[in-house]
């Protein structure tokens, strides 16, 4: 069957529009970004329905919706480099790379880093360098980062990630286990700033481990 995506990727935007997202750059990349590649193919007709889908070993490509918020709340601050943990599909990976200047990302299984690596490289996106490791460890070397993206719940805030924040940087995260809480940490030299926002629903930062 042949997919009409683009006028499906702009129903999505309009929804992403009336549930809030507002910043036009971020709503554009999104509206450009094939997310149907992002997935196996057998689920490309759900790639615009404002849901999470499977995308092998137990993980999931995130909600439009909630890509879109951690995206714009992201945006809010000037950020240079950004560094992502839980690169999945890539899809976060995607619609960041379009909008700063170089990502980085810190996937433990993988495989899934794998695709995500051969995905990006399809879309032309080269700014991005990617890292098999454990996302709980950030990636010290880079370090410091404008703005800190974390794509799965944490039971509590990392410390090497806080320690990676830059000056003035800014990092979103859904911390807790049972209920979870996305939590938006400013940096301010030696003082973080916390702002607890809405009920949120991820996969777990699993400890420990590679996969
Ligand atoms: N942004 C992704 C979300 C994927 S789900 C997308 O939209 O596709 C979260 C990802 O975090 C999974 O791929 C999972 O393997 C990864 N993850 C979980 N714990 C991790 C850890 N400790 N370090 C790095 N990645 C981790």
Same mark, same amino acid.
């Given at each position: 069957?042949i997919?009409?995506?683009?006028g499906? $990727?702009?129903?999505?935007? &309009? !929804?992403?529009?009336?549930q809030g997202? /507002?910043?036009?750059?971020? *709503?554009? %990349?999104?509206?450009?970004?094939?997310?149907?590649?992002?997935?196996?193919?057998?689920?490309?007709?759900? $790639?615009?329905?404002?849901? &999470? !889908?499977?995308i092998?070993?137990g993980? /999931?490509?995130?909600?439009? *919706?909630? %890509?879109?918020?951690?995206?714009?709340?992201?945006?809010?601050?000037?950020?240079?480099n950004v560094l992502?943990?839980?690169?999945?599909?890539?899809?976060?990976?995607?619609?960041?790379?379009?909008?700063?200047e170089?990502?980085?990302?810190?996937?433990?299984?993988?495989?899934?880093?794998?695709?995500?690596?051969?995905?990006?490289?399809?879309?032309?996106?080269?700014?991005?360098?990617?890292?098999?490791g454990?996302?709980?460890?950030?990636?010290?070397?880079?370090?410091?980062?404008?703005?800190?993206?974390?794509?799965?719940?944490?039971?509590?805030i990392?410390?090497?990630?806080?320690?990676?924040?830059?000056?003035?940087?800014?990092?979103?995260?859904?911390?807790?286990?049972?209920?979870?809480?996305?939590?938006?940490?400013?940096?301010?030299?030696?003082?973080?700033?916390?702002?607890?926002?809405?009920?949120v629903?991820?996969?777990?930062?699993v400890?420990?481990?590679?996969?």
């Amino acid at each position: 069957m042949i997919q009409n995506f683009q006028g499906m $990727a702009k129903r999505l935007v &309009a !929804l992403l529009r009336q549930q809030g997202i /507002t910043n036009e750059r971020v *709503l554009q %990349v999104i509206q450009a970004t094939p997310r149907q590649q992002f997935m196996p193919e057998s689920l490309a007709h759900k $790639a615009y329905e404002n849901t &999470a !889908l499977p995308i092998g070993k137990g993980q /999931t490509i995130s909600q439009p *919706l909630m %890509v879109a918020s951690m995206t714009q709340l992201l945006m809010q601050h000037e950020c240079k480099n950004v560094l992502e943990i839980g690169t999945g599909s890539g899809y976060q990976t995607a619609i960041l790379a379009q909008l700063v200047e170089r990502v980085y990302s810190v996937e433990r299984i993988a495989e899934l880093q794998y695709q995500a690596k051969r995905r990006l490289k399809q879309l032309d996106l080269h700014n991005i360098s990617m890292r098999h490791g454990d996302g709980w460890q950030g990636w010290q070397s880079k370090a410091p980062f404008d703005g800190i993206i974390v794509t799965a719940a944490a039971s509590d805030i990392p410390h090497a990630l806080m320690e990676q924040l830059a000056d003035g940087g800014v990092m979103i995260i859904p911390v807790g286990t049972v209920r979870q809480r996305l939590v938006v940490i400013r940096r301010f030299g030696d003082d973080f700033e916390h702002k607890q926002l809405g009920d949120v629903k991820f996969v777990p930062l699993v400890p420990g481990s590679l996969a």
